[in-house]
T-cell receptor, first 116, second 110 residues
């Protein structure tokens, strides 16, 4: 159980375009999802907390107008990278919890974004 | 901001050797988790430790949570090439966000 599905797994886009990444909880409802970013050979950095039916909470230094998050239902959160630039190239991973607020995260398989 | 310091950051060993990865913080965590990540995939949970002094075993992996709940260790006995990967410790802070250590990249040579 507790499967998180992320799509697409890979995307290549041109500089200036926008890219949408979807994160779905397949067998549970997730009122909160978390978006992380991971640079090569580095750890995961929390970008924002996605809250169903309300605005996302962004971490310090993360531009909310650049990384648009929408959590319209209990099973879907989307991250849109707007006006992408090469420095936005990274591995983006979503996650969600099942159960208590200090319980572990279940991760999607990530999206490798390459901006040319 | 609570921080987790993980060491070593990189480890290359021969098959059959033992190793220990450390995760330390100056802050108390309500729980600590260890994840393993393969290239191009999301992290997968190995274990959660909650109680100070707790020890959990998962086959050849032994996880320990410090008495003060500020640190944890992962010990692998008789490492195998299949253990190769990125090992991440993570803690849930007071705001219920999960923060990660820098990770330990393990390479086990056959």
């Amino acid at each position: 159980g507790a499967v998180v599905s992320q799509h697409p797994s890979r995307v290549i886009c041109k500089s200036g375009t926008s890219v949408k990444i979807e994160c779905r909880s397949l067998d549970f409802q997730a009122t909160t999802m978390f978006w992380y970013r991971q640079f090569p050979k580095q750890s995961l950095m929390l970008m924002a907390t996605s809250n169903e039916g309300s605005k996302a909470t962004y971490e310090q230094g993360v531009e909310k107008d650049k990384f648009l998050i929408n959590h319209a239902s209990l099973t879907l959160s989307t991250l849109t990278v707007t006006s992408a630039h090469p420095e936005d190239s990274s591995f983006y991973i979503c996650s969600a919890r099942v159960g208590a607020e200090n319980s572990p995260l279940h991760f999607g398989n990530g999206t490798r974004l390459t901006v040319t | 901001t609570q921080l987790l310091e993980q060491s070593p950051q990189f480890l290359s060993i021969q098959e059959g050797e033992n190793l220990t990865v450390y995760c330390n913080s100056s802050s108390v965590f309500s729980s600590l988790q260890w994840y393993r990540q393969e290239p191009g995939e999301g992290p997968v949970l190995l274990v959660t430790v909650v109680t100070g002094g707790e020890v959990k075993k998962l086959k050849r992996l032994t996880f320990q949570f410090g008495d003060a709940r500020k640190d944890s260790s992962l010990h692998i006995t008789a490492a195998q090439p299949g253990d190769t990967g990125l090992y991440l410790c993570a803690g849930v802070d007071g705001g219920f966000k999960t923060i990660f250590g820098a990770g330990t990249r393990l390479f086990v040579k056959a």
